[in-house]
């Protein structure tokens, strides 16, 4: 038997597990769905062997049904299986497409390389115009490999880091121009819980997650020191007027490096002057419509007392001129503030119906289906 054909069997035992255990609890592919939550049409696939979900999915499975861990250590059987399967895999890739590389490498002599080894399905007459990005990442790859071998002193599997970058790179170029890139913007007040949202959401999508306070604050502290106020102040005219631009420039410049490159990304910000105006939107729909780039805006919402809460529990130093001036603050704050433009809104306050990571979890269906 192949190894392929053992992870296929191997998957279909870890469906047909799952199908079992559902059963025998007198659930409907439907039930389960709803409880995780997700998708009918996912339980069907994993039950019958075409997907495997993550980890997350196996132990809430686990824990519904009642399985005493059986499901959650079957599937990270199968998740080891698949490690040294892609090992093996990654190995033997690198001596299929290498090979002639490595021997190359070992001599030195890189101008014959470039000119004798060519990257798969790359002509003899476009390599003569120069090495290609595939070429490229071959060689930096490789020098890595023939430098360290198979794994470096640190432990670092040097084979599935180059079967990892190849499957990246031909999954991206299967892709093709047809799946525009999605900027996911959340928003909302300080202690609404948007950070928590977009970790959410980076969790279940893979995709990148910029923060406005993670990316930005070591530079908007520096900034306000050296405009002779205080670093913590985010309510100060020095802040609002000088600082405050840039943060949102920095934010939106370092999305958009993401975004050309095809990879969709979430930001979190609480756009609370932006929001109300739609022309802000409209300026960065010129700017992304060239790239083709989607944008997609969530509105995280909360009463005045769970922000409290967030904002006392995390203790952070930028929310001390909130917590210090609380009366002053809370009573600028406008609960019924919402984006000038289609949005969809989460209730992360205390009457919610729904806990966020339900909410975060049928919002990442919507925005990454697959």
């Known amino acids: 038997m192949s190894d392929a054909q053992r992870m296929r069997d191997a998957k279909k035992?870890?469906?047909?597990?799952?199908?079992t255990w559902r059963t025998l609890r007198g659930l409907r592919q439907h039930d389960l769905a709803d409880a995780i939550p997700m998708s009918r049409s996912t339980i069907a696939g994993v039950e019958a062997g075409a997907?495997?979900?993550d980890e997350t999915f196996w132990s809430r499975c686990d824990s519904l049904l009642h399985a005493d861990g059986e499901l959650l250590a079957t599937y990270r059987q199968y998740r080891e299986l698949e490690r040294r399967y892609q090992q093996e895999r990654a190995e033997a890739a690198r001596r299929k497409r290498w090979g002639a590389v490595t021997a190359v490498a070992r001599t030195g002599d890189i101008r014959h390389h470039e000119t004798a080894v060519a990257a798969p399905g790359v002509e003899a007459d476009e390599q003569a115009a120069g090495p290609s990005p595939v070429s490229v990442m071959q060689k930096v790859l490789e020098s890595a490999v023939t430098g360290a071998g198979d794994s470096d002193p640190a432990g670092v599997d040097l084979s599935l880091l180059e079967q990892r970058v190849l499957d990246a790179h031909?999954?991206?170029?299967?892709?093709?121009?047809?799946?525009?890139?999605l900027l996911v913007v959340v928003g909302g007040y300080a202690g609404s819980g948007k950070t928590q949202l977009g970790e959410l959401l980076a969790a279940l999508t893979g995709w990148p997650l910029l923060d406005k306070d993670t990316l930005t604050r070591p530079m908007t502290e520096e900034l306000l020191r050296a405009l002779g106020g205080d670093p913590n102040d985010r309510h100060s005219d020095a802040y609002l007027a000088a600082v405050r631009p840039i943060e949102y420039r920095c934010?939106?410049?370092?999305?958009?490096?993401?975004?050309?490159?095809?990879?969709?990304?979430?930001?979190?910000?609480?756009?609370?002057?932006?929001?109300?105006?739609?022309?802000?939107?409209?300026?960065?729909?010129?700017?992304?419509?060239?790239s083709q780039i989607r944008v997609a805006t969530i509105w995280v919402d909360a009463d005045i007392?769970?922000?409290?809460?967030?904002?006392?529990?995390?203790?952070?130093?930028?929310?001390?001129w909130k917590l210090n001036h609380w009366n002053a603050y809370s009573g600028a704050v406008d609960l019924a503030l919402r984006p000038a433009w289609n949005h969809l809104v989460i209730d992360n306050g205390t009457?919610?119906?729904r806990p966020i990571e339900e909410q975060a979890a049928l919002v990442g269906r919507i925005i990454s289906p697959a």
């Open 305 to 320: 007392e769970s922000m409290y809460r967030r904002l006392a529990s995390r203790d952070a130093a930028r929310d001390s």
């Open 170 to 181: 031909d999954a991206r170029w299967r892709r093709g121009p047809r799946e525009a890139p």
């Open 51 to 53: 997907q495997v979900v």
């Open 351 to 353: 009457g919610a119906v």
């Open 251 to 290: 934010l939106l410049n370092a999305a958009f490096d993401q975004l050309r490159h095809g990879t969709s990304t979430i930001v979190t910000a609480p756009l609370l002057r932006e929001a109300p105006d739609p022309r802000w939107l409209d300026r960065m729909r010129s700017r992304f419509t060239a």
């Open 13 to 19: 035992t870890l469906g047909r597990q799952l199908a």
